[in-house]
């Protein structure tokens, strides 16, 4: 009798809208190899999935055979870890719900997990960064959305249908902007990408008279808006603190609801750096409940956002129960 050879490999894919990274992860949490690909190239989600499934193989045969790789994680925006699909995601170009993890199981033969991007990160961040060794934590992810994932006991919370962690689809602003979503007043439509350079826009045509750095751009990104504060810009410093301001309070909701130890906020937007973060958490404590205050910190991710989030998405592979059309 043989006996039964552990497959010790998953793979780990990390979904954004431009990007797609994807890397080979042995059972230390080591990354064996690591490659990308434009998501914006394929708009029609059966090619993508179709190019995924090619480039997860040839970098497993690569780099040590495909019979090794026990399953796939996949970290996706508005993932459903409960079904496995992409659920009418206001971000990404594939409309309405996909079941990616059984469409991509079909074409590789091999166990798929998937999860919401923001769980995933939390689950990266739980075993490799910041909130390492903390129970209870909530991880806020800033970039052209607003994703939060609260992290309980040990397990992200995914609720009754498996959005649990929406948070950035919350009404800050009654009858405010209209969100991606659909809903109107979303922290999402004042805290997130678009959401940021709107608040600018409007800054600018507030006060017409004032010169401003960042009418010399073309394209306006909370990139540029942050090097103009740099520069000592006051209407880009007043567009983050505005911001700051309503995610602040948005932060304050959420902590008095889970009593956290720690809110982790990580995403590009994050690297504002103090034009973002003193407002927020000089407005988190005004609005925190007097109970918790002093109590929870609010931390920056120190991790590689790309590194980190293959590793939650491999972290998430090895849960998965595993199956194979080759045994």
């Not at 209209?178 to 409007?202: M, Q, S």
């Amino acid at each position: 009798m043989e006996l039964e050879t552990m497959k010790d490999r998953v793979v780990g894919v990390d979904i954004s809208v431009e990007q797609t990274t994807l890397a080979v992860v042995d059972i230390r949490g080591n990354i064996i190899a690591k490659t990308s690909f434009s998501t914006e190239d394929y708009p029609n989600v059966s090619n993508y999935i179709a190019v995924l499934a090619e480039r997860i193989v040839m970098l497993a045969e690569e780099n040590g055979g495909f019979m090794q790789i026990r399953s796939v994680g996949i970290s996706a925006p508005s993932g459903n870890f409960k079904t496995g699909g992409i659920e009418d995601s206001p971000n990404m170009p594939w409309k309405g719900v996909i079941p990616m993890a059984a469409m991509l199981r079909d074409r590789l033969g091999i166990a798929v997990a998937l999860g919401n991007d923001s769980h995933v990160m939390a689950l990266g961040e739980h075993v490799y960064g910041c909130a390492h060794g903390m129970r209870d934590f909530v991880l806020v992810t800033l970039g052209h959305g607003l994703g939060t994932a609260v992290f309980s006991r040990n397990k992200v919370t995914l609720g009754a249908h498996g959005f649990g962690g929406e948070f950035g689809h919350s009404c800050v602003v009654d009858g405010g902007r209209e969100c991606g979503c659909g809903l109107k007043g979303c922290l999402e439509a004042y805290c997130a990408g678009k959401g940021i350079v709107k608040t600018a826009r409007e800054l600018i045509a507030e006060n017409s008279s004032e010169s401003s750095l960042m009418t010399v751009y073309d394209k306006l990104t909370p990139k540029n808006i942050a090097e103009c504060c740099n520069r000592g810009d006051r209407l880009a410093i007043e567009t983050f603190r505005r911001t700051g301001h309503t995610l602040g309070i948005g932060l304050s909701v959420i902590a008095s609801l889970v009593d956290p130890q720690a809110i982790i906020i990580t995403g590009g937007i994050a690297k504002a750096g103090k034009w973002l973060l003193e407002p927020a958490i000089e407005s988190f404590n005004e609005h925190l409940f007097g109970n918790l205050r002093g109590k929870v910190k609010v931390l920056v991710s120190s991790l590689d956002s790309r590194e980190r989030d293959v590793l939650g998405a491999s972290a998430l592979a090895w849960e998965v129960e595993e199956y194979s059309l080759f045994k």
